[in-house]
Every structure is written in structure tokens, then in C-alpha cells.
């Protein structure tokens, strides 16, 4: 008898190592796996992961402050916000510059209402100053037109600010290329040249007209001065007609013989509240791409030169929302634990005909509207309605001392009740079906009471049950707003009521997606600390 010694790797029937056949049939089969539950995955991804993505990134983006004034934003950061003076002259102008642009682009009105959100009062500063920018510089318009008819020429502008490699492309295409400045334009005349290109890219891409046919914004011509004040020799980096316009313009400034205008003034002069140092402590305070500004909002916070601080008493009302959901909640959740345990005990000990024949009563609100159920608790609670009037007959309650049960949280918590008790019935139910009768029997043979048998042996194999309908029912309650819109007033609402508000009417949602982030993690928290203290492998649906 011989021994047969095999060198090498074992293959497979084709001939290839059989240690990589195994892991190509392997890999094959991960792949259809992950084919087949690829659907499933694309639809979490974009009905839930990336809504809550975006919610999240909501909470702290605040770019509009800084795209829409960006030179604004620039000029006001090397002023003082606790000088208690407004910026210099130099944070005015670049607020004309950008203004005019975002008035003519419609954008003006959006960072007034993003700043509004912290400082009540300056989106109506944005809309009249949005209305009137043009007309600051229209002094120097005019000086500059009566020292030379040509300033009144869109051509000249163009001999001053155009590259000539634009011209000769705008000239050789069916289409205008966006405008670009000369490299001269740049070195001698930058301000102007930021507000002559702003201008031009606008004109082409809001009005879809050219620049070589429009007479510039009346700020152009305050940037133009503000050039040549600065720098006399500017008109040596030119030629031709250019040079000689701008050596004349220079020259009447130099002299002292040119009117000038104080930009500051005539934002002043739209609105006298331009002068109040809080307008413009907001706008650089919230100046940033990304803020925690909403997130102190939602926390009742605010930002103060000190750092984070307490609203005033009077404007805390989100941390009472919070408090006010999660204690309704609660209360909620216990009432349908209260009212749903007998229910689905008798379900899950009738003859099945019978317990299918109560199902459809369990059921049965879910086959009607969520308003036409809320909208009968309102009429069934108010003081004239259904219930009082039945205590009043029964002689319970006087006519005079009719019970206050609607638009407050004894409302919200019965309608509520009544909404989400069958997503408590529904888990209990299915898990006592699993319990064994024989299980009460055995007990009582033993000689346990009847509370004893059910205490002791089947209330603790109906706590997964339990434990399954609290959290449904827990997390659907505090998401509601429909219902605490209807019944729960002013004392009854909830913070999703201010998340709604929020999206649908003040169009806040950044503070909207502030306080639905602090709700998800409070939410977190709970489910961590219920599994901490339950078990979540407790929680069973049957």
C-alpha cells in the first residue's frame, strides 16, 4: 500500500484553486444579495437619510449674508461692534455697491428676512433700501456728465473697463461672453472695477441686454471717484480718450472742485434706523458661512458680545415647548397603555371569530380622516358641546360651571388618546396571542390567586408588547401637529407645531431644522436610555 502526497493547491472541477472558486461563488452571491435589496436601500437613502442630511446642514448654513454682500461683509469686519458708533464711510459704500446688485438680481429682500430673524425690523431697512440704492451716487452721475457729455456714453465705459480680448470676442460671436475687465481697469481703478463688472455680469444675466448699451448704476460713478481720489496718476495706466476723462475727473477732484457725498448719509436719509450700531452688530455677527445662531435660538439663547446668553424671560418659549411635548408625550403614551392593555387582553382570549369581528372596531378609525376625528373631539369637548351638555343634563355640572375641556392640554391629550390608542392595541395585541393559556393554568394549580397568576406569570411575557406600542406610540405623539393645532390652543401645543409654523408660514427653516435636530437627538437620547434601562431586545411586535 502506497501513500498519495497531492502537491500544491487543491482545484476545482474547471481547473482554477478551489480556495478562489469559493471566493468568486462567494462575492457572486454577496452581490445578488445586495441586488436584491438595492430598492430598499435607494429608498431609505433618499426618503430618509438625506432629508435628515439636509435637515442637519440647514441648522448651520447661512451663506445667503455672505453671497449676497460680500463686500460688505469684508468692509464690516475691521469695525468696532462694541464702539457703540456705526462702521465708516467705507462699510456704506461697499453696501451700496452690493445692495444694488441684489436689489436688481430680487435677492435684497432674503438677507432682510434672514436678518430679521435676529433683529426684528431690518427686513423693511433692506426693502426701502432696495427701492432707493440706485440713486446713491447720483451726485456724482451728475458731476461727472456735466464735466464731460461722454461719461453719459456706455462706450466710454467700455474704453476704460472692457478687456480688449472681450471686445474682439464679442465681436467675432453670435453670442455676448460674460464681460471681463482689462488688467489696467484692475491695477488703477479696483472699486470701480468691482462695481463696473457687478454691473455688467447683471445686465447681461438678469436683463440679458449688454453692457455696451446701458449707462452704469449711479454707484459706478461713486466707486469712479473714489478711485481717483485715491489715486490721482490712475489715468497714466490708459490711453486715448479714456486717459484724457480720467485725468480731467482727476483733476477737478484734486482741486476740491467736485461735490462729494457721504454714502452713509443717504442710507441714513432712506431710514434713520441705518444708523443704529445693533443693525450692523447683526449683520456681522451672522456674517458667516455657517452659524450656531439658529441652534441658540432653539435653546432660547442668544449671541451676545460676551459669548452665548439667555433671551429675555419674556422670549423663552422653546424650552418650554420641549418640556411641554415630552411630558404630553408621556401622558399620551400612558393613557393608551391604560385604555389599549384590557382591550387587547380581551382580543387576544376571544374565540377568533369574535376577536376579528373587534378588530375591525380597533380599525375602524384608520378608515377616517385624521381632521374629520380631530375636528369631532372639538366639537364633542367644547363648553356647548356633546359632553358637556350630557353632564349638565345628568346635573353633574351647572350650566354656569360647564367644564373647560378644548383648546388646552386636557384636549390634546384625549383627542390624541383616541388617535394613536389602536398603535398601542395593535403590538400588545399580537404578542399576547404568543402566551400560552397554559401557562395561568399551571399557576393557579399551583394555588396563585388570579392577581397573582396575571401579575406574576402573564403581565411580565406582555411587556415587549408594551414596550413596543410605548414607543410607537411615544415618538408618533410628539410629531404631531395637526391634532395640537385644532384642540390644544395656546397651552396645548406642541414644539412640532413651531416646526411647522416655521417651514410653511415665517419660512424660517433653518431655526425649523434646528429645533427638528434637537428633537431627533432628544429622541436619541430616550430610546438610548430605554435600552439601557428595558432592553431593547425586550421590545417585540409578536
Request: charge should be negative; include cysteine.
Amino acid at each position: 500500500m502506497s501513500d498519495i502526497t497531492q502537491s500544491g493547491p487543491v482545484l476545482a472541477a474547471d481547473g482554477t484553486p478551489l480556495k478562489r472558486s469559493l471566493a468568486r461563488a462567494l462575492r457572486m452571491q454577496k452581490i445578488r444579495a445586495l441586488m436584491l435589496i438595492a430598492p430598499l436601500l435607494l429608498f431609505v437613502l433618499l426618503t430618509f437619510i438625506l432629508p435628515i442630511a439636509d435637515m442637519l446642514f440647514r441648522s448651520v448654513e447661512n451663506r445667503i449674508v455672505q453671497d449676497t454682500l460680500p463686500q460688505t461683509v469684508v468692509a464690516v469686519q475691521d469695525w468696532d461692534a462694541d464702539s457703540g458708533e456705526t462702521p465708516p464711510e467705507a462699510v456704506f459704500e461697499a453696501l451700496a455697491y452690493d445692495l444694488v446688485v441684489a436689489a436688481e438680481r430680487k435677492r435684497h429682500t432674503r438677507v432682510g428676512t434672514r436678518l430679521n430673524y435676529e433683529t426684528p425690523g431690518i427686513s423693511s431697512l433692506f426693502r426701502k433700501a432696495g427701492r432707493r440704492v440706485d440713486d446713491v451716487g447720483e451726485g456724482y452721475l451728475k458731476q461727472f456728465e456735466a464735466l464731460d457729455p461722454a461719461w453719459e456714453e456706455p462706450q466710454t465705459f467700455m474704453s476704460v473697463f472692457a478687456a480688449p480680448e472681450w471686445l474682439a470676442s464679442r465681436a467675432d460671436g453670435e453670442t455676448e461672453p460674460p464681460f471681463q475687465l482689462s488688467d489696467s481697469a484692475r491695477e488703477a481703478l479696483p472699486k470701480a472695477s468691482d462695481a463696473y463688472l457687478s454691473f455688467a455680469r447683471t445686465i447681461q444675466e438678469e436683463d440679458n441686454d449688454s453692457p455696451t448699451e446701458e449707462e452704469p448704476w449711479a454707484p459706478v460713478y461713486m466707486a469712479l471717484h473714489s478711485d481717483l481720489a485715491a489715486n490721482p496718476q490712475a489715468a497714466q495706466a490708459f490711453r486715448g480718450d479714456a486717459q484724457r476723462l480720467l485725468q480731467e475727473a482727476a483733476a477737478l477732484i484734486e482741486s476740491g472742485q467736485m461735490e462729494t457725498e457721504s454714502a452713509r448719509d443717504a442710507f441714513v436719509k432712506m431710514d434713520k434706523d441705518w444708523a443704529d450700531p445693533e443693525v450692523w452688530r447683526t449683520l456681522k455677527t451672522y456674517a458667516g458661512k455657517y452659524t450656531n445662531g439658529y441652534f441658540l435660538n432653539a435653546a432660547d439663547l442668544q449671541k451676545s458680545p460676551d459669548g452665548p446668553e439667555l433671551r429675555p424671560e419674556d422670549e423663552r418659549i422653546y424650552g418650554t415647548l420641549f418640556m411641554r411635548t415630552l411630558i404630553m408625550s408621556l401622558a399620551i403614551t400612558c393613557s393608551c397603555i391604560v385604555l389599549g392593555y384590557p382591550v387587547a387582553w380581551i382580543l387576544a382570549n376571544l374565540p377568533s371569530r369574535t376577536a376579528n369581528l373587534l378588530m375591525i372596531l380597533v380599525l375602524l378609525p384608520f378608515w377616517t380622516s385624521l381632521l374629520v376625528r380631530t375636528s369631532a373631539w372639538k366639537v364633542m369637548l367644547q363648553q356647548q358641546g356633546v359632553i358637556n351638555d350630557t353632564l349638565v343634563w345628568l346635573g353633574l355640572v351647572g350650566d354656569s360651571d360647564r367644564l373647560v375641556m378644548i383648546n388646552n392640554q386636557f384636549g390634546t391629550i384625549v383627542a390624541m388618546t383616541h388617535i394613536l390608542l389602536p398603535f398601542m392595541i395593535l403590538p400588545m395585541y399580537s404578542v399576547m396571542q404568543t402566551i400560552n393559556p397554559s401557562y395561568l393554568r399551571a399557576a393557579k394549580s399551583l394555588g396563585a390567586t388570579n392577581w397573582t397568576a396575571f401579575w406574576r406569570v402573564y403581565f411580565p411575557q406582555s411587556v415587549p408588547g408594551i414596550g413596543a406600542g410605548s414607543i410607537l406610540v411615544f415618538i408618533l405623539a410628539i410629531g404631531y401637529y395637526i391634532t395640537p393645532e385644532l384642540v390644544g390652543g395656546t397651552k396645548g401645543v406642541f414644539i412640532s407645531n413651531r416646526i411647522a409654523y416655521h417651514i410653511s408660514q415665517s419660512l424660517n427653516w433653518g431655526l425649523a431644522a434646528a429645533l427638528g435636530t434637537i428633537l431627533l437627538v432628544i429622541v436619541l437620547a430616550l430610546y438610548w436610555a430605554y435600552d439601557k434601562i428595558v432592553g431593547i431586545d425586550n421590545v417585540k411586535l409578536g
